[in-house]
């Protein structure tokens, strides 16, 4: 790109940003903005449009590489958006999806998108997938997903590939990373939160916060007869520790 500015490479991939999208980041820099799930001001390099138009970008991505079932779609989303509405943050257009897969899985994307498998569907009472879907919800609302890649640099690639409105061969590669490096979890102490957050969206929601109890001991029975080690609880602090976690914080809400 004739003029362009070298600044740094993903994967062997050189970015190279035009210096009027280079003048448009250090315009807009960075903001504080309260984050109601951490309960801080935090500093962010987005908008709320960004962080929705990401989450999209990615999950086209997610939806031609995974069938989508339709088996106990809208009873995955009535129960969803209910625990979203009990979210702290309620204006994201929250979708939640069944991937027709047997693992137990589930994930989130930033801005709204949610994913839960059917065989953890299946696993789940009505309580327990509220649970579940809260605890997904919990990584949107504080912005777990976009933190992340904001921290690997990958928010601005994809800003400016979404910002190019073109299909192009670095937008792709970008968004297989984002997708890659979401994957891979958050940190223990996001897992934990979001633990917390997403028993207490399920209970505003009028379910039982007792059900991320009797969900992780399902898992945790399976993990032991299976030797399962992937899944949903592959990311996530030891099992035994988040019963542990939570049982304390349930006894404090009202």
Known sequence: MRGSLKL???????????????????LTGCTTTYNPVTETQERIIYSREKEIAIG?????????KYKICEEKAQYVEWVGKKVAFASDRIALPYTFKV??????????????????????????NEDELACVLGHEVAHIAARHGVKKLQAYKLYTLLSL????????????KFTAQAFNLLALGYSQEDELLADEKGVTYAYRAGYDPRGMITLLEKLREEERKKGISGGWLRTHPP????????????????
């Open 8 to 26: 740094f490479s993903v994967r062997g991939i050189d970015v190279k940003l035009h210096p009027t999208f280079f003048l448009l980041l250090l």
């Open 56 to 64: 999209s970008a990615v999950a086209k991505r997610i939806e031609k």
């Open 99 to 124: 991937i027709d897969d047997s693992k137990l899985n589930a994930f989130a994307l930033p801005g709204g998108p949610v994913y839960i498998t059917k065989g953890l569907v299946e696993k789940t």
């Open 161 to 172: 590939a979404l910002l190019s409105k073109k299909e192009t061969r670095e937008a792709g």
């Open 239 to 254: 099992t035994l520790e988040r019963i542990s976690v939570i049982k304390d914080y349930i006894s404090t809400l009202d």
